[in-house]
């Protein structure tokens, strides 16, 4: 196959550039477009009341006809997520391995429903064409089974993107990484290399899951009460090594937590989490029943979830499951930044109760998913490049990124630090950024998907600080005007009215004042005076509270 | 002195238990109170629009009369922010140290005034009566000079507080920590130990400020733009050692922040910031006129708060400076628990830009100013007290502490784990809890002081999160009742209206239906139609959206 030269390679990043999350990446050639992905973001705090955060994925919808497909790299909520929202408006075929798929299968079941016919199985090592690139899964590993990177071969060259991975010589599963196969394409020439860039500020080497079930082990021997450990559902192989030990000590196992519960369904259903003996599995509400010293709890709430099950567990609202004075509580995982203050709590609650928590620091309980620097370069050296692009990063993790690149030879011009709709175009010697597509954010609300924007937002944001003054009047339609009824105030989140009785009183003869003379003008522009109002009741209330509640006039005419 | 054998010394957290911040701690023996610092805490994120928290001192107001005085620990806010807020309530005598005193005054210019004649400086090894207790500080190391701990002789016994510190053992200003004085009162006898809790859960021991200087100097020798370093503006040693370090290479300093300015002042005024020529200051407002490679910014920011001066510089935001690409930005501090994305936005816009970021990951531009286990252990060892009583610290901190006295030989009994408002009595021989006295925390917001309370604060949660519906109608007063005018719907953070034109349509149509069945019965109770309203059209607009705005019906009557 001879290198089309004048066509281009474009790679557009919809999501996961720029951030950590919600991630979308696009490869597109001539009429062939292959996507990759399409996850959601948890939203941060200014986004008040918003649940998900999904890519802006119009550029694939004004370009249906031409998807040819798109492909999972793993089972996680940032890799699949946002499929429910996203596949239904492109009716595409998707692939991905058996695990991928039946998380996205187990998600579809939830929302939207997707047709069967255009999910496929996919296995590594075995090509599928689509449109111009033959797309080649390979395995990587990660924090859960079956994870994948594609290789995607087109006619200007073969662009490897890793997905998410860190280089486990020792997984669980003994599905070990595809190293060969990547030095293998190493040598036929790759073009261009997408890395997961998330841990390109962390030097070394991470550490082996393998390590993490040797620890639990030793803490469960200490145990003397319940055990009970949190941790991310998606994390099977950590589940199934803490089902492991709980088997050799003779304790049985209940899983707590709606996603644990899922999860642990669908990987036993699929036979990626092995039970010796199916009778290890308790419900809950046997739980009651069993003595402390016979029992491991694997419970969401790792991250401090007001509404998760270790959560309610620390503040004594869960129904079935008492914390006691001696339980070990195992928090394996870190807090995803942002989630600190929040897991805090829950530790605190449960040294309250007089549990003893176990955490990270004591003892290698969590282990990163993602490479460090030096696993970036082993897979930088294997697969030999002309072009290097992070993805699956903020600003920091891709000039981290680049940094190690640099170290490597290649200069910041054989680097492209994306941005959400970046178009990248390759060809065989040389890479340039193109004009770039749509793309950003969509917020899902409840119901709503997209409706929520920066104008809702801020008013949020206004209402959350300082409430909100509601001013209301009834007024003649017609001449003469006059106040027939009011002015009234009613406050929420502002302050306690009822013990700010002056403070009203003087409210409402700025407004009557404002609505008198306007009129004594004898000329009744209603958006006027509203906007009169909002001033000067602002300005009063400013004065004596130092705050800016949301004004809200409402006048009545009749 | 001989004991005596029926009183009793209480010990009373007001703050600074089960949390860190708003520390206040009260010492009382028959009619003499004596009361340690006064200090602010930072809002929790669901603390909606609440500017600052203080601890409530109801209990120190009700027994004023019996107040000897109030002595300062060090300048942190966390010490002293809250004083401005308590002591006019309480017009009795203050004791600190000159730096710790002239913050306490810089913060009283700010707000309300207190009487010069009230203020004392004190110093370390002199000895002060107040009531029945002989209070003496001594000298601690900690992250802002002139730190003290204090030592309250009274009649039952020696009681020592730590205040907060670590044991460095080269401190910048060369004032070591006084521990030869806290072996001899071990010597003597000590009854009980307060002792700072913070960094109970760290092994091992700090790392000195001094260590500190050297890193910074080697970064700023590597420099070639401009250096900008943020930090807490307290920590006058890490500044002195920065000005020391920018001295050395012929860079001028300029210093940007309101508090880090107040700061600087205060400290340079009071001699505790020497500078070796005074021409090394500049103003921002010659910045623009000086060369990249000759400037040092010092500056306020470091936790990434939005309104500081470095996220206004990384936002490109801020009048004076500008960072340029190439520029270095020295991160000299932690994130606080809690800050840890606003931190890392900031980084990510200065990475944006082009400027080299150091954190503490890359080399030790930061150390805390807490003791550490070994060093908490020193302290017990030397002070031999008879009973512990950890302080500043979260119950995870608290219950870290225990364990250490454990190690050191102390059983339960000997360890008080205190709440806010706990009252532990200390005879000679024993310490017991005894009845709890009233405590929490007073919320500030704007001028309001307290009157922001539960409910104000779950109607800006639930206005955060879905908005608000007003609802208006006029309905005539007396029969037959009609309504003359609506009803109308006006929302702000719910949706966005314009675009929800059936939603709007259905919301109406709902309201109307709920008023036309009241009018149909003819008997108008407001209360009951308010009541109908929010049902009726909530469950419409949950059914619609998935959403729960607040709901505000105004019926306007003539």
């Known amino acids: ?13 919809l999501g996961g550039t720029g951030e950590i999350g919600k991630n979308l990446l696009v490869f597109e050639y001539e009429d062939s477009i292959v996507v990759i992905d399409g996850g959601v973001k948890f939203p941060d705090d200014e986004l008040l009341g918003i649940d998900l955060v999904i890519p802006d994925s119009s550029y694939l919808e004004k370009n249906r006809e031409r998807i040819k497909g798109l492909f999972i790299t793993h089972g996680h909520e940032d890799h699949i997520g946002g499929l429910p929202f996203i596949l239904p408006k492109l009716n595409i075929p998707i692939y991905g391995t058996k695990l991928a798929l039946g998380l996205v299968q187990a998600k579809f079941q939830e929302r939207a429903a997707y047709p069967e016919s255009l999910m496929h199985i996919l296995e590594p090592g075995k090509p599928i064409q689509a449109g111009a690139f033959e797309v080649e899964a390979f395995r990587v590993t990660h924090s859960i089974p079956d994870a994948v990177g594609y290789s995607l071969h087109s006619p200007v060259g073969r662009v490897i993107y890793t997905g998410d991975f860190k280089v486990d010589y020792t997984p669980i599963d003994g599905q070990d990484m595809e190293l060969g196969k990547l030095a293998a394409w ?89 039970l010796r003996d199916e009778s290890i599995l308790v419900p809950s509400s046997e739980v009651a029943n069993l003595p402390s010293e016979k029992l491991l709890v694997l419970t969401t709430g790792s991250q401090g979830e007001p509404l ?56 290698q309980v969590h282990v990163s998913g993602h490479a460090n620097q030096e696993e970036i370069k082993l897979v930088i050296r294997l697969t030999q490049p002309r072009f290097l692009i992070p993805h699956h990063g903020e600003i920091r993790h891709q000039v981290g990124f680049k940094r190690i690149g640099n170290s490597l030879g ?104 404002t609505l008198e003379r306007q009129i004594q003008k004898d000329q009744m522009e209603w958006g006027v005076i509203k906007a009169n109002i909002r001033d000067s009741l602002g300005k009063y209330l400013w004065d004596k509270t130092r705050r800016r509640p949301m004004i809200l006039p409402v006048l009545l005419t009749h």
Chains 1, 2 share one sequence.
């Open 1 to 13: 196959m001879l290198p089309d030269k004048t066509s281009k390679l474009s790679v557009i990043p």
């Open 186 to 274: 190493g040598q036929e020439g790759v073009l261009a290399l997408l890395c997961d860039s998330t841990n390109a500020e962390r030097p070394g080497v991470t550490v082996s899951e393998m390590v993490v079930g040797k620890t639990l082990r030793e803490w469960f021997e200490r145990a003397e009460g319940k055990i009970i450990m949190a941790s991310f559902a998606s994390n099977i192989h950590r589940i199934q090594q803490a089902i492991d030990a709980a088997a050799d000590i003779g304790r049985k196992v209940c899983v707590v937590g709606r996603s644990m519960e899922n999860v642990v369904r669908t990987a036993t259903e699929l036979g990626y989490l092995k």
């Open 308 to 363: 998760a099950a270790l959560t309610r567990m620390a503040t004594r609202t869960h129904r079935q499951i008492n914390v006691l004075p001696g339980d070990m509580v195992i928090m394996a995982a870190t807090p995803i930044p942002g989630n600190e203050k929040l897991v805090g709590k829950t530790i605190n609650h449960l040294y309250q109760i007089g549990a003893e928590v176990v955490t990270k620091d004591m003892g």
């Open 410 to 513: 290649y200069t910041d011009q054989d680097i492209a630090i994306t941005q959400l709709g970046s178009r990248v175009e390759l060809s065989t010697d040389r890479m340039e950024f193109g004009e770039p597509v749509e793309a950003g954010s969509v917020y899902i609300d409840g119901l709503g998907i997209g409706d929520v924007g920066q104008i809702v937002l801020r008013d949020r944001q206004q209402l959350a600080q300082d409430g909100v003054v509601v001013v209301v009047a009834a007024i003649s339609k017609a001449k003469p005007y006059r106040i027939l009824s009011g002015p009234d105030i009613i406050s929420r989140g502002f302050t306690f009215m009822k013990e700010a009785e002056t403070l009203v009183d003087g409210a409402k003869a700025e407004v009557l004042n």
